[in-house]
């Protein structure tokens, strides 16, 4: 990022904005309120999932269509958030609509294999370069897999993970993410934090955390770990960091990760539930060029059913197809999710497909630049695939310290705010990107662009 000349932001003026568009939103989305003070005696906290909580009420959502999605109040939205990015195909996509339909009277599940299955594997197999296939329901359940079968193949129980990386909600990865600078420790020698409570120490402490965009701290880390008789079993990381806005890896880190986890004879696992089938057909394994031991899918690949992958080389996913280590799940591979899989990935996210998202990401990824370069404005865009963002931060983020650092957490705030009452959906969360899908259009990211000018404008006019 080359640096140049910004404006100092008024923070009163931060203030004074997002007060207004605070109020704007509760108007708008009254019956939302509504929704919530019924929702909240029987969902605990009035959601289905921590991660769907929001201030002061969550947005209840009644339908979606292609880009465009309508909630409880009647209100229409081009949606970027697409189900943190789940939807890459857009909302009820006729192709996919059409292969659920067919199999739902076919008969939904059965807890046993059926060749829909079959398919997805072998197309995923060809994607991501990995022989071998499981399914699960989950992210989570993807990567708690992944590391049980790097732990089965290593007889080792330490594992190695990214600093503020997110991997799922199971005991093992809910370290280092969202710990505040002050607590993380020395950079060299990471503390196992644990996120929230309920996590055991004794687990927590087999988790190691390691910034990104550093081999040679991870190496290092590794070094001790060995001479302390800890060698760990995997390390774990998505390729692109995408719970940090989006962090690309820094040219050659990639390729040192795979030479020193391959030298060690350490799994190495790419967490690509988030960038996997979003930012090229096989993932930041083919945009990259690296390929890992093991890969995690979920998200997109379900086409908004539930879903999971762990993908593999022969070697490491024996210990599956001996019963050494045992990866199961009644609902693993449901007919149904593996219909809407196969019509998802042979039918909606083709060559053109992915040809016509970058296209739109360089269109967004543009406009944005312009706003930031015409207003000074303090930050910069960065995207892939089908994802981006522009971080609002004055200087680049390359891990999750300088993350924490250096983000404009008041602007982010108010940037989702002003969004959302201009008709744009972006996912809430400060740490979170946007989602194209295959039904986006010219006009929607041009209206996404002229929203966030128009919040350049307010800020520094
Ligand atoms: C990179 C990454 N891995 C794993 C997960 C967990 O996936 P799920 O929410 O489907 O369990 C997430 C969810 O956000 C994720 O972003």
Redesign the pocket.
């Known amino acids: 990022m080359a640096q140049r000349e910004v404006i100092r932001l008024d923070r009163e003026r931060i203030h004074e904005l997002t007060a207004i568009e605070q109020q704007r939103f509760r108007e708008s989305t009254a019956r939302s309120g509504e929704v919530y003070a019924r929702a909240s005696k029987a969902l605990t906290g009035g959601v289905a999932?921590s991660?769907q909580l929001m201030e002061p009420w969550p947005i209840y959502f009644d339908r979606g269509d292609g880009q465009h999605v309508w909630d409880v109040d009647g209100t229409m939205r081009i949606d970027f958030h697409n189900g943190?990015?789940s939807m890459v195909q857009g909302h009820a996509h006729p192709a996919i609509t059409r292969a659920v339909r067919e199999r739902l009277e076919l008969g939904t599940h059965f807890a046993v294999p059926t060749e829909e299955a079959i398919d997805v594997a072998e197309e995923l197999a060809r994607r991501f370069g990995l022989p071998r296939w499981r399914f699960t329901n989950?992210?989570?359940?993807?990567?708690m897999d992944a590391i049980r079968i790097a732990r089965a193949h290593t007889g080792r129980d330490t594992i190695v993970k990214i600093a503020g990386?997110?991997?799922?909600?199971h005991d093992g990865?809910m370290v280092m993410i969202s710990t505040q600078v002050a607590d993380m420790g020395d950079r060299d020698d990471y503390r196992s934090v644990p996120y929230g409570a309920g996590v055991p120490k004794a687990v927590a402490d087999l988790t190691i955390p390691v910034p990104f965009n550093d081999a040679d701290r991870m190496e290092a880390r590794i070094d001790r770990l060995e001479r302390e008789g800890r060698k760990p079993a995997c390390v774990i990381m998505?390729p692109a960091m995408?719970?940090l806005g989006v962090v690309l890896p820094e040219p050659g880190y990639l390729e040192a990760v795979r030479e020193l986890t391959r030298s060690r004879g350490i799994v190495l696992i790419f967490?690509?539930?988030?960038?996997g089938l979003c930012i090229a057909a096989g993932g930041a394994t083919e945009r990259f060029g690296v390929t890992p031991d093991l890969v995690?899918l979920?998200?997109a690949l379900g086409g908004g059913l539930?879903s999971?992958a762990i993908g593999g080389s022969e070697e490491v996913m024996e210990v599956v197809r001996t019963g050494k280590a045992v990866q199961v799940g009644t609902y693993n591979g449901n007919p149904l999710a593996m219909a809407a899989a196969r019509a998802n990935l042979l039918e909606v996210l083709t060559a053109d497909a992915y040809a016509h998202l970058e296209r739109l990401d360089d269109r967004i990824l543009a406009g944005c630049e312009d706003v930031i370069a015409r207003h000074r404005f303090p930050g910069y865009t960065v995207g892939v695939g089908s994802k981006g963002c522009v971080t609002f931060a004055p200087v680049k983020i390359t891990d999750y310290e300088s993350f924490k650092t250096h983000q404009d957490a008041e602007v982010c705030d108010l940037a989702w705010l002003w969004n959302i009452n201009r008709g744009i959906f972006m996912t809430p969360g400060r740490e979170e990107e946007w989602t194209l899908s295959v039904r986006h259009t010219d006009d929607d990211v041009d209206a996404f662009v002229a929203a966030f000018d128009s919040l350049a404008d307010a800020l520094t006019g």
């Open positions: 999932s991660y943190f990015g989950s992210g989570s359940e993807a990567t990386s997110y991997h799922g909600h990865v998505e995408m719970n967490d690509e539930v988030k960038t995690t979920a998200k539930s999971g």
